[in-house]
């Protein structure tokens, strides 16, 4: 489990994240939400340590991260897997070499062991017969499973997504939501997808924080969200006309 | 961002192979431009020098020595290096830039990896190593395109000239040479870096950040310049 406790950050004297608190379950896909400028992107760099916070604490199974050294740092860094916006493949790389990288860099595995698991990870994510592609041979939606296979190689604990989406066409993301949840079941990781995209919050919303305006505004789960009578919530999941006419149709 | 670098590597058999492969990068793949520079520089400078000698009081053998001294002491090291600060240094502020915008550098941070020390100390050392290999092969290539045109042209006899190439020779004019050769290279990789590895924004800012990497090379190879010819050439 990660748990934020009064998380603050601000750059330049502008406050971006104003004492936000919740708990990311093991187990599931926790979802953080809102309107782009809300924050979100921040508050996942402030949990993966690419930020500093302000103040808060940012709590890895009980652990730290605040108050560690670099080098203890690293340890929690080598249990989190990361899929990117732009999935973030390296570009002189093929596909193999990506994901047998953080293998080779924290692992003791021979070559061959390597190759292995590079293997198993890609045909997890259905990922066949382009290992010695480079990324950019190979469309949006294979580099995002590329990314999560990277991302799952070492096996790790915590996986986070950042817009796992973008960029992709309606079915496509629906896989790759998918994918992400069924990877979390699987591994018992605790999961964290930065999202605005309804359509994930509907498939694999299981713990929901919504950020407004850099705050905890609303907490729940796929299910209460559509109900929900917060004004602020409901123009974000209802920003559309026709969702708006189906809520009304609903009603 | 050097004290980053400067650090224990994460893993040295990858590391090893990281300051390979930029010893191929930055240096093997800059030897045919530095070749083809190095042979007509060679050839003009044994011209030049050769027009400019008109008096039959000054011997011939002074074309070939005027051409080892210039080259071996101020064009090869200096001007080949300022020519890579435009290659090698807008590549490397590129291909990092490029990581930095594309969130790759982000990537190798949250893997734990020590991105500067993974991504820079090869570049730096890698290319202190080879390119002061690069200048002597720049000073054989430019000594030797002016033997070819005074032979070609009629201007100085192969006995001349070799004669030339030897007189006077201080072997302290290598030895300075390559002092000054890895102080550029060091300069090159690292203002390079700097500049790629801190970027911020988009694809113009990547381009902005080659264009200052190369811009602040090359000042700073000029000032290195004078001040390591005033320290070490002057008692």
């Known amino acids: ?251 | 961002m050097l004290g980053g670098a400067f650090s224990r590597p994460d893993k040295l058999k990858v590391f090893w192979k990281r300051c390979v492969d930029e010893v191929m990068n930055l240096g093997v793949n800059s030897m045919g431009i530095v070749f083809i520079i190095s042979i007509f520089m060679g050839m003009v400078i044994t011209i030049q020098t050769a027009s400019n000698i008109d008096s039959e009081l000054i011997p011939k053998y002074t074309v070939g020595f005027t051409a080892r001294q210039t080259i071996v002491l101020e064009f090869s090291p200096t001007i080949i290096s300022l020519i890579l600060a435009g290659i090698v240094g807008s590549r490397i502020s590129s291909e990092l830039g490029s990581m930095r915008v594309t969130e790759q550098i982000d990537a190798l941070e949250i893997m734990g990896v020590n991105s500067k020390n993974y991504l820079v100390l090869p570049k730096i050392l890698g290319f202190m190593f080879i390119l002061p290999f690069i200048i002597i092969y720049s000073m054989v290539l430019g000594l030797f395109g002016g033997w070819v045109v005074g032979m070609a042209s009629g201007i100085i006899s192969s006995a001349d000239y070799i004669y030339g190439l030897q007189y006077w020779f201080e072997p302290f004019s290598i030895f300075y040479a390559l002092i000054k050769t890895v102080l550029f290279a060091f300069i090159i990789a690292s203002v390079s870096s700097y500049y790629g590895y801190y970027v911020k924004g988009g694809s113009l800012e990547v381009g902005k950040a080659s264009t200052k990497a190369v811009i602040w090379s090359s000042i700073a190879i000029l000032f290195v310049n004078y001040l390591v010819t005033q320290l070490l050439l002057i008692d």
């Open chain 1, 1 to 251: 489990m990660i748990e934020i406790r009064n998380i603050y950050k601000s750059f330049n004297e502008v406050s971006i994240l104003k004492d936000v608190s919740f708990k990311f379950d093991t187990g599931k896909t926790n979802l953080v939400i809102g309107q782009s400028g809300s924050g979100k992107s921040v508050l996942t760099k402030c949990i993966v340590g690419l930020h500093d916070v302000d103040d808060g604490q940012v709590l890895y199974d009980g652990r730290d991260m605040q108050s560690m050294s670099n080098r203890k740092r690293k340890t929690i860094f080598k249990e989190i897997g990361m899929l990117f916006q732009g999935s973030a493949l390296f570009d002189s790389m093929t596909v193999e070499e990506n994901v047998i990288f953080p293998l080779s860099m924290f692992s003791n595995m021979t070559k061959d062991e390597m190759r292995d698991r590079a293997n198993f990870c890609l045909k997890r994510v259905e990922i066949f017969d382009k290992n010695n592609l480079y990324p950019s041979e190979t469309s949006g939606g294979m580099q995002k499973r590329i990314a999560i296979a990277r991302a799952i190689a070492l096996n790790p604990r915590y996986l986070f997504c950042d817009e796992p989406n973008s960029g992709l066409d309606p079915k496509t993301a629906i896989v790759i939501d998918n994918l992400i949840q069924d990877i979390t079941k699987e591994y018992n990781m605790t999961t964290v997808v930065i999202t605005h995209d309804m359509n994930s919050v509907l498939e694999i919303g299981e713990n929901i924080m919504f950020l407004y305006e850099g705050e905890n505004y609303w907490q729940g789960d796929r299910k209460s969200i559509v109900s929900t009578d917060s004004k602020e919530v409901n123009d974000f999941v209802y920003a559309s006309k026709f969702m708006q006419d189906f809520k009304k149709r609903m009603v």
